[in-house]
């Protein structure tokens, strides 16, 4: 089955700053990879997502970027502010199923 | 549009009971999903819904089964709880187009499950 890998797992900023984190995927059948931000007390929310015909999307502050070769996928986020602290997942699917990394938990300090 | 819906969204149980989560899905969503999310293991797959039908299912006991209506609500239950239970619960749901495309899951905010 699938297996995802999330780097960094806690990861602290200045605000202002850019913050980037890694997952590596192992199935090379995934063609859907979809980045959750989580905070305390709340389900996932989708940000953003990224399809295996697209290298790479951006939105606002917020980019994904897509190696289907090597098998790895990134999250960027601009300009960070105190509110994009939170717990940050990332997961790849093939189908309805979605694998997850283990999360990274952003602080972004003012 | 209303987003995903959970109830309850906490329950304290006892070893050896069983519970009931109830999920309704963002209107026109036909797919839901359940996940189970711990500290030690994140978030794990349990199993998929899609017409009232199961689709896919994760590595999970028998204890943990689901359901789905027809008005797409689902329910999955847990019998016999174990301490190792103790879990946030997280329904997701998707338009469920079926096929090998990857679907955008939408979450709810978790039924938060505690067993003593």
């Known amino acids: 089955g699938e297996n995802v890998e999330q780097h960094p797992s806690t990861l602290s900023v200045q605000e202002g700053d850019s913050a980037v984190i890694k997952c590596t995927y192992s199935d090379s059948a995934s063609n859907y990879f979809p980045w959750y931000k989580q905070e305390l007390g709340k389900g996932p929310q989708l940000i953003i997502d990224?399809?295996?015909?697209?290298g790479e999307k951006k939105d606002q502050r917020i980019a994904v970027t897509l190696n289907k070769t090597a098998k790895h996928f990134s999250l960027h986020i601009t300009e960070t502010q105190p509110e994009d602290s939170a717990v940050y997942f990332c997961?790849?699917?093939?189908?309805?199923?979605?694998?997850f990394g283990e999360g990274t938990q952003l602080t972004v300090n003012p | 549009k209303a987003g995903v819906t959970q109830t309850p969204r906490y329950l304290i149980k006892t070893r050896g009971q069983q519970v009931t989560l109830s999920c309704s899905p963002i209107s026109g969503h036909r797919s839901v999903s359940w996940y189970q999310q711990t500290p030690g293991q994140g978030l794990q797959f349990l199993f998929e819904y899609f017409s009232e039908t199961q689709r896919n299912k994760g590595n999970f006991p028998g204890r943990f089964s689901g359901r789905q209506f027809s008005n797409s609500r689902s329910e999955m239950n847990v019998s016999t709880l174990e301490l190792g239970d103790s879990a946030l619960y997280l329904c997701a749901s998707s338009l469920g187009l079926g096929g090998s495309e990857g679907e955008t899951q939408y979450f709810g905010p978790g039924t938060r499950l505690l067993v003593l």
């Open positions: 997961a790849a699917t093939s189908g309805s199923r979605l694998t």
């Open positions: 990224i399809r295996s015909n697209v």
